[in-house]
């Protein structure tokens, strides 16, 4: 450690508001680094300053509250787009808004500060070098960052290697750590430039920005290759329509417009392409369909006439059954409809997202959830592997399903490809759509499968099997992309092999490297 030690435990309240405020700053700093603005600058200079912060505290406790605030200033920029669900029944939610921003970034905080606790506890009692805390850092920090990905249902959204979402090149190495191994290199790529500040290094300086460029070269030029070796076929016979109607959420289930808003669907999906050639499988996005399609006869002729001969429409619905005189049960579901209006495959919702798609506690907690309807929907159990006519196998993921790693990781059998509907309609013109599409692209990258992804509102896109966006639509536009099927990477990336197993092993070596480096 430093000679210049400081214990918000013993200074003016003053000085104490000061490195708090700092540290606040410091974490609203690093998020820009995060989609959509992926200002690179800005994020290392955050964890730098959070790096040098914890070389001048004196006590553990100390690091925890600047850690603490550090991560409610990371994660109340990074989401803040939150409040705008809030503000689609103002009346009956507006008031939450703040609460809700400022209550996750408070509770997604402890992550930050527990993992500068023990940066703390350990490095101050190892003696350690600031490139043994950044060592120790990066490791402590993508621990959590694993854990907050699981930990009361997870919330893994907007993590450290989501800041290389605009670098195809850089993304690359998350195929054999997954995303979180490519955020704790990260952290240590953009961390040890705070070696330079220590004085007395000399010559140990240069060593340190050698490693820094070592690391950093070694991650795109690995990301390089793999790139440009890599296959670029399509699936024969397969051409796909992705329907985005950007429909807003206020009036989305408004009964008045409901049939309309199947009808606009309708209308674009049998729209002429440039191209002039029809789809064969035709997409539309989360509950795109505002009824119970599987009890809803007519409405399924309806749409039938809009559906290739020999294709299929893949679309988002809730689904609900009665069984004698219990309450019904409500499901998030897709279906796949053929030509003669018959459902051919379902799959519900596993992961549903807690007081949107249910209210945790229910028994305590005396409210219902946002979404409308006001019914708790019930989670499904499965496959998640579906086979529909004319494609191959695929995994369907419902909204933030596909933000989780490990689930997607987990897959059996592999599927040919990954289908994510959403309906970010929720967030308007924000970040979240932007780091929603950031995350899932990692899916893709884990897996070696394209994944294909129709958004209400935005953003849809078609994304290969190597994590590259290869189409997409603007955020708040209407209209369908017309794309082929991506193929799937014949051979399973590693981390599609070995899951966690590596990663692990990153933590251990990182962690034993920051014990070795000690005054």
Not at 500 to 518: A, D, Q, T
Request: with cysteine; net charge positive; glycine share 10%.
């Amino acid at each position: 450690m430093t000679r210049l030690t400081v214990s918000l435990l013993s200074i003016s309240w003053r000085n104490t508001l000061f490195f708090l405020l700092l540290s606040f700053l410091l974490g609203a700093l690093s998020a820009r680094g995060m989609a959509p603005w992926h200002n690179l600058p800005f994020f290392i200079v955050g964890f730098v300053g959070l790096i040098r912060l914890i070389t001048i505290i004196e006590h553990s406790l100390s690091a925890f509250c600047v850690g603490w605030v550090f991560g409610v200033g990371h994660f109340s920029l990074s989401f803040l787009w939150v409040g705008n669900a809030f503000f689609v029944d103002a009346d009956r939610y507006g008031w939450l808004a703040p609460i809700a921003v400022g209550g996750l970034s408070v509770l997604l905080g402890l992550f930050s500060g527990f993992s500068i606790f023990i940066t703390h506890f350990v490095c101050s009692r190892l003696r350690s070098t600031t490139a043994g805390i950044v060592f120790v850092f990066a490791t402590i920090w993508g621990v959590f960052e694993w854990m907050r990905g699981w930990i009361f249902t997870g919330f893994p959204w907007n993590l450290i290697a989501s800041i290389w979402a605009n670098n195809d090149e850089m993304m690359q190495v998350s195929s054999v750590f997954g995303v979180y191994g490519l955020g704790v290199l990260t952290l240590i790529i953009c961390g040890l430039p705070a070696t330079l500040f220590d004085r007395g290094l000399g010559l140990r300086s240069f060593f340190w920005v050698g490693v820094i460029l070592i690391l950093g070269c070694s991650v795109w030029f690995f990301g390089n290759e793999r790139l440009t070796s890599g296959s670029m076929a399509s699936v024969n016979g397969v051409k796909l329509r992705l329907v985005q109607a950007n429909i807003p959420q206020k009036i989305k289930w408004n009964p008045k417009y409901k049939l309309e808003h199947v009808i606009k669907q309708m209308s674009l999906s049998k729209a002429i392409s440039k191209s002039g050639e029809p789809p064969t499988h035709i997409i539309w996005p989360e509950t795109a369909v505002p009824f119970y399609l599987s009890r809803e006869a007519n409405l399924l002729k309806l749409i039938a006439k809009i559906i290739p001969a020999n294709g299929m429409l893949i679309t988002g619905a809730p689904r609900v059954e009665i069984k004698d005189k219990l309450a019904p049960l409500y499901w998030n579901s897709i279906h796949a409809v053929t030509r003669d209006g018959k459902i051919k495959a379902t799959y519900d919702k596993i992961h549903l997202v807690p007081f949107g798609e249910y209210v945790p506690f229910k028994s305590i907690l005396k409210f219902s959830k946002l979404t409308d309807g006001r019914v708790d929907f019930t989670e499904g159990s499965g496959p998640r592997v579906l086979h529909i006519a004319g494609v191959p196998t695929v995994a369907p993921l419902i909204c933030y399903e596909a933000i989780f790693s490990g689930e997607v990781q987990s897959l059996e059998p592999r599927p040919g490809w990954i289908l994510n509907v959403t309906n970010d309609a929720w967030f308007g013109h924000s970040a979240g759509p932007h780091q929603h599409l950031a995350s899932v692209r990692f899916r893709a990258l884990e897996m070696g499968v394209p994944l294909v992804r129709s958004a209400n509102t935005g953003i849809s896109a078609v994304i290969d099997p190597y994590g590259r966006v290869l189409q997409s639509m603007e955020l708040g536009s209407d209209g369908f992309i017309d794309s082929l099927l991506p193929e799937r990477i014949q051979k399973k990336p590693l981390y599609a092999r070995a899951g966690n197993s590596l990663l692990f092993l990153m933590f251990f070596s990182f962690g034993m490297v920051g014990f070795i480096l000690r005054k």
